[in-house]
């Protein structure tokens, strides 16, 4: 029969095992389909991340171009000047210098281009149109030559007129010289090749227009370049790139040429590395009107995406893992239990065995013990005769023999009653409160803790724990705890006493030694009737001890290491006294 149990549970091992596998891919799938849309929300997060730092960039670069010409216009109506501050001039000289040099850029080009003084006055206007400016002036030593369809006040004229009698390279005023006159703005410059001068004039919408420009340059110079940029620029309403900084696409021009910028979007361009662009309209003080392109590196967003998928794969490497190694602790666990189940038939057969030996040792004990009591009697009354009908000497010595059997007789019967306590453990339980009931056991061994120079230090909470127990016998079971963890100790020590609540409505009775501590390979049999470390003893106390707390439903366990002193835990179950006294009046 035992042969087929075992059978059986060996047919089983590998079910629990299987079921844990199958749970742990179903875990593993679950686990994939939730990391792959956990992936998708980190792209879109990712994704919406760099679509408002990109839109932050441009607002950053639209504030600071507008702020820019807030001062350009402060300091040239001269209203609020002195409050700017330094910082205000430095921007202002900064921006005119710029657009000196841009503006006097294009005047070289427009000398340069074949035929200029052949150009009809249409021409040239298309030409001061596409160049944003009011107008164009081409000059002589003996005056003007050509000139575009605006009328040219005499002011301009005398301004420009170094320039053709020679005195004068070049001619720059934005300062309000032509005030209340169409022109608000004048650049003029020797050609370099040819024996003529060109004067570029503004008005109040082309000088609003390029300082709005060379205000966005500026302010892209400034705040909008930085880290992982790859470009930024700005275009028109026509779709011309009029300020940028960066690795601009070539075809970029001809892309936005068919793009109308209404709100913020974003796209990602597949070139040989992929880039992020983020367009959003940007309007200047109702100067200028168009939108700017932000060029974002994805380098940080493919790092992070593509460390996320190795972090899925490798959990999910890591889950298999677990389940194989689940259904292999389960294994191991099985087997445990099994070995758990056979250590426990075997102390089923150890119990009845020494069952038995009690049963024996009883038997034993009642056949010897009327022929000592016996004995102890005739020695006494051999003692009585010998002092009073012998000579001294001769008496003495007898006594001395007779001392000697009564001695080896009361042995003996301590030998008796150790055989009678292993095999008469049935307690006779009643109600008994656990501190006053370790309180008289300190009060017993606190005589001879003292005379060993040893304190017992006692820690019972709470106070109310009643426990059905035999107080007798568990008398004997703590005084031999205490009095080997007395013997323990060679010279000043401490014995502590505590107890604890344990789950399961137990609780522990702990009691620690700083004596000589306990070897790890006797731990498994110090309560097997027979282990002693004493000269003249059976070894049946802690066997005793044991039997006993079994006897009350409890356990008693040991720990220690050698020279680290000793802890006897002595579990037992409890009721609590206003709960018992509850349930009888119900």
Not at 122 to 138: P, S, W, Y
Not at 223 to 231: A, N, T
Not at 267 to 295: D, H, W, Y
Not at 394 to 423: M, P, T
Request: net charge neutral.
């Amino acid at each position: 029969m035992e042969k087929l149990s075992e059978i059986k549970m060996h047919s089983q091992t590998w079910r629990q095992p299987l079921a844990a596998g199958l749970v742990c891919l179903v875990f593993v799938v679950l686990f994939f389909l939730l990391a792959m849309a956990g992936s998708q929300g980190v792209t879109r997060t990712l994704q919406a991340f760099l679509f408002t730092k990109g839109q932050n960039i441009i607002e950053n670069v639209e504030g600071a171009a507008s702020e820019k010409i807030r001062y350009l216009e402060a300091v040239t109506t001269l209203s609020s000047a002195p409050a700017l501050g330094i910082g205000a001039l430095e921007s202002f000289y900064e921006i005119h210098e710029l657009l000196s040099a841009s503006l006097i850029d294009i005047g070289r080009e427009i000398d340069v281009q074949p035929g200029i003084e052949q150009s009809s006055k249409e021409d040239l206007q298309k030409i001061a149109e596409t160049r944003h400016l009011a107008g164009i002036v081409l000059l002589n030593r003996h005056g003007i030559i050509k000139t575009s369809g605006l009328q040219i006040p005499r002011t301009v004229l005398s301004a420009l007129e170094p320039l053709s009698t020679g005195k004068r390279e070049l001619i720059i005023d934005f300062d309000g010289l032509f005030q209340n006159q169409k022109v608000t703005g004048l650049v003029g410059l020797r050609s370099q090749n040819y024996d003529r001068s060109i004067g570029l004039l503004l008005d109040n919408e082309t000088l609003g227009y390029w300082q709005s420009i060379i205000s966005l340059q500026a302010a892209i110079n400034e705040v909008g370049w930085r880290q992982g940029i790859r470009y930024l620029t700005v275009m028109d309403s026509t779709g011309n790139q009029v300020a940028g900084a960066g690795q601009i696409p070539d075809n970029l021009q001809s892309i936005m040429k068919r793009f109308e910028a209404v709100a913020p979007e974003w796209k990602i361009l597949s070139r040989p590395e992929r880039i992020f662009e983020v367009t959003a309209p940007i309007q200047l003080n109702g100067s200028f009107s168009g939108f700017a392109l932000a060029g974002i590196e994805m380098d940080g967003m493919d790092q992070i995406t593509s460390e996320h998928s190795k972090t899925i794969f490798l959990s999910m490497g890591l889950l298999i893992c677990l389940g194989v190694m689940a259904m292999v602790l389960l294994y191991i666990s099985q087997q445990r239990h099994l070995s758990y189940i056979r250590k426990v038939l075997q102390e089923l057969h150890r119990a009845e065995h020494f069952a038995a030996l009690g049963r024996m040792g009883a038997g034993v004990a009642h056949e010897i013990r009327n022929p000592l009591n016996a004995i102890g009697i005739a020695a006494q009354r051999m003692q009585r005769n010998r002092n009073r009908f012998s000579e001294p000497s001769a008496g003495q010595q007898d006594s001395h023999f007779i001392d000697v059997i009564r001695d080896e007789v009361r042995r003996l019967n301590l030998i008796v009653e150790d055989f009678l306590s292993f095999a008469k453990n049935r307690p006779m339980p009643r109600p008994v409160l656990l501190a006053d009931f370790l309180e008289d056991i300190i009060r017993l061994m606190s005589q001879e803790a003292n005379s060993k120079n040893i304190t017992i230090e006692s820690n019972c909470n709470p106070a109310d724990i009643e426990i059905e127990m035999d107080p007798d016998k568990m008398k004997q079971v703590m005084l031999n705890i205490f009095k080997n963890a007395i013997e323990s100790i060679r010279t000043k020590g401490k014995i502590t006493v505590s107890t604890m609540l344990l789950p399961e409505k137990k609780i522990g009775i702990r009691v620690q030694d700083t004596g000589a501590g306990v070897f790890p390979e006797v731990l498994e049999t110090i309560f097997e009737p027979g282990y002693t470390t004493k000269d003249k003893s059976l070894g049946l106390g802690l066997a005793i001890a044991h039997e006993i707390i079994r006897a009350h439903g409890g356990e008693i366990q040991v720990s220690g290491k050698p020279g680290a002193g000793a802890a006897f835990m002595v579990v037992l179950p409890f009721t609590h006294p206003q709960q018992k006294k509850t349930g009888h009046q119900s």
